[in-house]
């Protein structure tokens, strides 16, 4: 299709891509990529043959369903210049809190250096369906990512990928606690399908935006150092 938008028309397209699309994408844009980013940071030349054939660098994937730190997850990702990207359906908004100067794409990453792989931000639009976007996130994600998200059930399958994931409260998940997680949930769903009440979750605080972003810093940066070292190590 032909495209007549003007160069400012199409810059300020809104860029969006569904769950296949975006693992495409990935798999096409490595090779370039991390010839630059590892050029001079790897100790042995086979390295770069295993990098290209997995995306090597971390990504900040936020399952934006009633998500409300995804502001301070996108300000993790920019402080940390490692990608990110936004998973909900398009009925969320999900581009309103993307500012207008943040990149698109990797060929316009920001911080892009010898250890970093720079910041871009790229929404992942996925159907209305129950659990969409955690499928989505899912099919993209590789070892080492980081996923944000309030779902103990997609944090499940997110340590499984060999991945981390963080809660909206700044709980970080582990594997050593996760099945009793998963098992207090659906206790809890039996009880009110019986007909009785749970104790829901307390009020949002700031204290819990704070330990969410001060644990989010933390999980991203030992995320990137982990991706460098084992690069060196192949």
Not at 122 to 127: G, K, N
Not at 138 to 150: A, N, S, W
């Amino acid at each position: 299709m032909h495209d007549n938008s003007t160069p400012t028309q199409h810059a300020a397209t809104v860029r969006k891509c569904n769950a296949p699309q975006y693992a495409a994408k990935v798999r096409r844009r490595n090779a370039h990529r991390y010839r630059m980013v590892f050029g001079s940071q790897l100790q042995h030349p086979t390295a770069i043959a295993s990098l290209l054939e997995r995306r090597c660098m971390p990504t900040l994937f936020i399952d934006a369903d009633a998500c409300p730190v995804t502001r301070e997850a996108l300000a993790a990702a920019r402080a940390t210049r490692i990608p990110c990207v936004i998973a909900g359906n398009t009925t969320q908004n999900l581009e309103r809190r993307i500012r207008r100067d943040d990149p698109r794409d990797a060929d316009h990453a920001r911080g892009r250096d010898n250890t970093h792989p720079g910041f871009w931000v790229e929404v992942l639009d996925v159907s209305t369906g129950a659990d969409s976007a955690d499928f989505a996130i899912i099919e993209c994600l590789e070892p080492g990512d980081v996923v944000v998200t309030q779902d103990i059930g997609l944090a499940s399958m997110v340590l499984g990928r060999g991945a981390a994931a963080i809660g909206v409260r700044g709980h970080i998940y582990e594997k050593a606690t996760i099945d009793m997680q998963l098992f207090i949930r659906h206790e809890e769903k039996k009880v009110r399908r019986a007909g009785g009440r749970t104790k829901g979750p307390s009020a949002f605080t700031d204290d819990d935006r704070e330990r969410f972003t001060r644990n989010l810093a933390k999980l991203l940066r030992g995320a990137l150092k982990a991706r460098v070292q084992d690069a060196n190590l192949e």
